[in-house]
């Protein structure tokens, strides 16, 4: 049975195909009384939005959203949320030769083993577009825990071999990433990025990279110390984004380097207020939140639809077959991902403030 709900106190579920007529999510357990207006979702729909520039596929959608239920007087009423996006530039005809022919790098093979048949017009409901269900309700659960001054902000840090080297302030990082098409927060290395991007474009073909998610003013206690896990949690939304091949935590694959001694994060005090003197740990000890940064970095692997000719099998036949994949496609998922991931942790995140008793979960107070 296929899931397609996320949560359990704040639960979201998505639902659409790429080439559909609509695709959207209903929000089921938001406290009635957050101010909620259709350009608090379309703000954060706008980021991940296609043809935005020449490094996203240049699929020209408006991605406009219609609340259709759940808010009453310009405030959530407690029932459950539901917004839609109407698909408008859909051109199901560049994917007929891949009827039968599985695409390398996607999940079409595994797709037609498992249910019996695939849809290969844009990859259905296994494409990158049905993230924007996770964006809408990464947006009602951002503007909820905006109440309690938590923010998420994700950023690119990697394309391909061009990393970031230096740390940033934070608000350094929230300020920079608006200026420029990768959402790096280094604008230099920004720029370098972009062309790493556009020479793969040129070549038909793609690239990768990583994306660092920092969530900023949490409680201390969110999570469980065994099953339920918030860096369990966290992680499982992150891995769910279909590109995502691996996550880490604070200092995450680097802290099998370190001493004991180096790796733990010493307490203080400071403004009358119990810190750590650092975060390799990434706001995360014992499965719960210490009330330091979450620190999170996601592993993005190159968009598998390149334009190259690839080798692949008929399913009808069972001979050898090369397509050429058609279509509108991005170069590279990363600048467009970061929004996917602030939308998956803020969702993981209003979940446990309401399991935790942070969030009333009838109405906010």
Avoid at 42 to 54: A, D, H, M
Avoid at 87 to 96: A, E, G, I, L, T
Wanted: aromatic share 4%; net charge neutral; proline share 5%.
């Amino acid at each position: 049975m296929a899931s397609n709900t996320t949560g359990e106190a704040f639960r979201v579920t998505t639902f659409g195909l790429s080439h559909g007529r609509a695709l959207g999510a209903t929000i089921d357990g938001c406290p009635a009384g957050l101010e909620l207006s259709e350009e608090d979702i379309q703000i954060e729909l706008n980021k991940r939005r296609p043809g935005t520039s020449n490094i996203t596929t240049p699929r020209n959608e408006s991605d406009k959203v219609e609340i259709l239920s759940g808010v009453y007087d310009g405030k959530t009423d407690g029932t459950p949320l539901t917004a839609i996006i109407r698909n408008k530039d859909q051109r199901s005809k560049n994917y007929d030769n891949l009827e039968n022919n599985p695409r390398p790098g996607h999940g079409d093979y595994c797709w037609y083993k498992k249910y019996g048949n695939y849809d290969y017009h844009g990859g259905g409901r296994g494409s990158g577009r049905i993230t924007i269900g996770h964006v809408i309700g990464g947006a009602i659960s951002k503007k909820l825990l905006e109440q309690y001054n938590i923010t998420t902000t994700a950023h690119v840090t990697a394309i391909h071999n061009i990393k970031m080297e230096k740390k940033l302030p934070l608000e350094t990082i929230k300020e920079n990433i608006t200026k420029n098409n990768v959402r790096c927060a280094n604008l230099d290395t920004a720029k370098h990025m972009e062309e790493e991007i556009l020479k793969a474009k040129s070549e038909g073909n793609s690239v990768g990279g990583q994306v660092e998610i920092i969530i900023d003013n949490l409680p201390v206690g969110l999570g469980q110390p065994v099953f339920d896990r918030i860096d369990g949690d966290l992680a499982k939304a992150l891995m769910n984004i279909g590109a995502v091949k691996a996550v880490e935590v604070g200092l995450g694959v680097e802290s099998s380097l370190l001493t004991g001694s180096q790796m733990n994060d010493q307490y203080t005090i400071k403004d009358d207020k119990i810190i750590t003197t650092t975060n390799n740990s990434g706001g995360i000890l014992g499965g719960m939140t210490n009330g330091m940064p979450v620190i999170l970095r996601i592993t993005v692997k190159p968009t598998p639809s390149v334009s190259n000719p690839q080798q692949t099998v008929n399913l009808e036949s069972r001979t050898p077959r090369q397509i050429t994949i058609e279509g509108r496609h991005d170069p590279c998922i990363c600048p467009r991902i970061t929004t996917v991931a602030e939308a998956a942790c803020n969702m993981v995140i209003a979940d446990h403030m309401i399991r935790s008793g942070f969030i009333n979960p009838d109405k906010l107070e």
